[in-house]
């Protein structure tokens, strides 16, 4: 079946540091890609999303590349800030005929001033 | 628009008591979830509906989880009785069915400890 492997965090950066979180899949098919993300005590919320190979989705400066050859989706940002203190999901949906989309564990970010 | 809403946003209760959690998804999305998330397990697909109906329950842990959709507008998810494992955070998310690049609304959600 369809997964989502996503790093292990949480992630501790400094402020103004630059982020990348990996997430690679594995699918049947072409499926859609998305990143959410979770601020404490709050639901999920797309952050961005690729619908195609080579598409880039991005978001409050947020980054990430829909790369059919290695099977991923990598989250990118040049410079962190406190407020992106959350937990990021990637997802993907889409493959055979199936909008539900399978959620990755989440990886914890925290930023540092 | 508001969102997709639930409540309550808390809820504890006694184990053995019943539960009901509620959710008004976005008018127009005719395609409603419910999900767990623990640390241990993280999130978890319950149960979905596709314009009213229920499609998939599999994941519905036991037969004391049951979810109803009376209408577009309502669905609620109900644990009878309440054990302390059903400490979670519920959320409810809705989409429209047919754009599978649309992505979901998620809720608040409610945060459930049986004590």
């Known amino acids: 079946g369809d997964s989502v492997t996503q790093m292990e965090g949480p992630v501790t950066l400094s402020e103004e540091a630059f982020l990348t979180i990996n997430c690679t899949y594995t699918?049947?098919?072409?499926?859609?890609l998305f990143w959410y993300v979770q601020y404490p005590g709050e639901g999920l919320q797309l952050l961005l999303k690729?619908?195609?190979?080579?598409d880039k989705g991005s978001n409050k400066g947020f980054e990430a590349t829909y790369r059919k050859e290695t099977t991923s989706f990598h989250l990118e940002k040049g410079s962190v800030q406190v407020s992106d203190s959350a937990v990021y999901f990637c997802?993907?949906?889409?493959?055979?005929?199936?909008?539900?989309?399978?959620f990755g564990r989440g990886t914890s970010l925290i930023v540092h001033p | 628009d508001a969102g997709v809403i639930q409540s309550p946003r808390h809820e504890v209760t006694e184990m053995g008591q019943e539960v009901t959690l509620r959710c008004k998804p976005i008018?127009?999305?005719?395609?409603l979830f419910w999900y767990r998330q623990t640390m241990m397990r993280g999130l978890e697909l319950l149960i979905y509906?596709?314009?009213?109906?229920?499609?998939?329950d599999s994941g519905m842990p036991e037969d004391r989880f049951s979810a109803k959709m009376p209408n577009a507008s309502f669905s609620t998810l109900k644990i009878q009785p309440s054990e302390p494992r059903d400490s979670a955070v519920y959320f409810c998310?809705?989409?429209?069915?047919?754009?599978?690049?649309?992505?979901?609304?998620f809720g608040s959600g409610t945060r459930l400890t049986v004590v």
């Open positions: 998310a809705s989409s429209t069915r047919n754009r599978v690049g649309y992505g979901y609304t």
């Open positions: 699918a049947t098919g072409y499926p859609s």
């Open positions: 690729a619908t195609k190979a080579d």
């Open positions: 997802a993907l949906s889409g493959t055979g005929g199936s909008y539900i989309p399978t």
């Open positions: 008018s127009g999305h005719n395609s």
């Open positions: 509906f596709n314009n009213n109906v229920p499609i998939d």
